[in-house]
């Protein structure tokens, strides 16, 4: 809530305008421009900033949100920034100048996240905010619902973001779901649907600034990691802490080694983040059907990636004959073998190709392993996670829960999930949470595939 209106608050600063959200955005920027103490603001920037300047993430200081303060309070926060954080930029509209924003915050086709033009200032650039509505697993939207009606979409959901008459255009993100895997009957199917769209928007998001890095792209900021009560837009993890597509698929697009195709062309780019020249590494590219038969002989090519930059590969051709929606695998390793990235795609010739995976079936998902330690507070779980069916087993969601109830456990770490695997493929995964809170003996992990009800075989630790 803003502040009240008291003598330091002055009647003639409350917006006069009274149409909704318009009005309320005067009243409110009003405060944040030009407040009515300029000099106790200004210590309120310098408390802030000295709070902040040692998180190694801060690499801008805004003067305000989506407007520019006024001339005293700009150039007081300019002075602040200079003299309690040097050597970091100070702008003062945090959607304009050297720096933009905008969004978009509805869902749009991953492609069109290549295009610049999709962007307000028609650039890459340093962009402060982007992002699309996430619906979360079907455990927490039950958490969200609050024993409300779930299925259909209705009033409850409204009252957690899901406006259709705002900036992150549900119905939009709907419509696509329902495109690729077609309509939902339960809220469980439609969850597990959203996961596809999530990831894949959420990978393409950061890809696109991969793809112009240096040349015009500097950084890329989500709106936003986690909501502060449940929502269904604009969150990385959710408010109940679990991960979803969203999460992964942002994790995957900002590997410190990554390797991507465009979506437009299908060129591989290997993607350095880091400090250090990467050496001889390898990107290799394979095309599979869902039943995971090769459709094509592997590419490979070795490579050098200089130190925060980009290098080209090859392109991956489309496969011969009928084959809609398959399977594209990319890995870059490294010169001893270890892979230092791993990407899957689905790709498809039209959207409504991906209904292919809702008679997918074959796939069988079992656990094994479960060594465990302790270390610094928290008990980690390192199992090994196998597809022993005969299909693609898409999207595999793990969870760490608790064997007595099956409840989920919160917050816990995975080192990878939401994982493609081949037919006799596997991979190995950790997860761990606060050791005070969980008894090992009571962790089990489970896997669950898409199409699938929650996989029998769980491995108890």
């Not at 959901?157 to 690729?180: C, F, K, M, S, V």
């Not at 986690?226 to 597509?245: I, K």
């Amino acid at each position: 809530m803003p502040p009240p209106r008291t003598a330091a608050w002055p009647a003639s600063r409350t917006a006069t305008r009274k149409d909704g959200l318009l009005g309320w955005n005067v009243f409110w920027n009003a405060w944040f421009l030009d407040p009515p103490n300029h000099a106790l603001y200004l210590d309120h920037v310098r408390d802030r900033i000295r709070r902040y300047r040692s998180h190694p993430c801060v690499v801008v200081w805004c003067g305000a949100n989506e407007g520019t303060p006024s001339g005293e309070i700009d150039e007081g926060a300019r002075k602040a920034v200079a003299e309690e954080h040097p050597g970091v930029s100070y702008v003062s509209n945090s959607a304009s100048g050297v720096v933009s924003g905008s969004g978009p915050y509805a869902w749009v086709d991953p492609k069109r996240y290549y295009s610049p033009d999709l962007y307000a200032q028609g650039t890459f650039g340093f962009h402060t905010e982007i992002g699309i509505p996430t619906v979360s697993v079907a455990e927490n939207m039950r958490n969200l619902v609050d024993g409300e009606k779930e299925w259909p979409i209705g009033l409850v959901w409204n009252h957690h973001d899901w406006l259709t008459r705002g900036g992150q255009n549900p119905q939009g993100y709907q419509a696509a779901i329902d495109e690729r895997l077609g309509g939902s009957s339960s809220l469980e199917e439609f969850c597990a649907k959203d996961q596809f769209v999530d990831f894949e928007s959420m990978r393409a998001i950061f890809e696109a600034w991969n793809a112009h890095l240096w040349s015009d792209a500097s950084g890329l900021l989500l709106w936003m990691p986690n909501p502060a009560w449940h929502s269904t837009v604009w969150q990385t993890y959710d408010y109940d802490l679990d991960v979803n597509g969203t999460y992964y698929g942002a994790r995957s697009g900002c590997e410190p080694y990554h390797v991507q195709a465009d979506p437009t062309d299908w060129k591989v780019l290997a993607i350095n983040h880091t400090g250090q020249a990467l050496r001889g590494a390898e990107v290799r590219a394979e095309v599979f059907d869902l039943s995971g038969r090769r459709l094509a002989d592997p590419r490979h090519l070795k490579l050098d990636v200089d130190a925060s930059s980009t290098a080209s590969a090859f392109a991956v051709d489309r496969p011969d004959g009928d084959h809609p929606l398959h399977p594209v695998r990319l890995t870059l390793t490294c010169t001893d073998g270890r892979t230092l990235s791993r990407n899957t795609y689905w790709r498809y010739e039209q959207p409504k190709d991906m209904q292919a995976l809702n008679s997918l079936s074959g796939a069988k998902l079992e656990i094994s392993g479960g060594r465990t330690s302790q270390r610094e507070g928290r008990i980690s779980v390192t199992v090994t996670v196998r597809n022993k069916g005969r299909a693609v087993a898409p999207m595999v969601r793990l969870s760490l829960r608790d064997h007595r109830t099956g409840d989920r456990v919160l917050p816990a770490r995975y080192s990878d999930n939401y994982l493609w695997l081949l037919p006799g493929e596997d991979r190995e995964v950790t997860l761990s949470c606060p050791q005070s809170e969980h008894d090992r003996c009571d962790l089990e992990v489970t896997p669950q595939g898409y199409g699938a009800p929650l996989a029998s075989s769980r491995g108890r630790h």
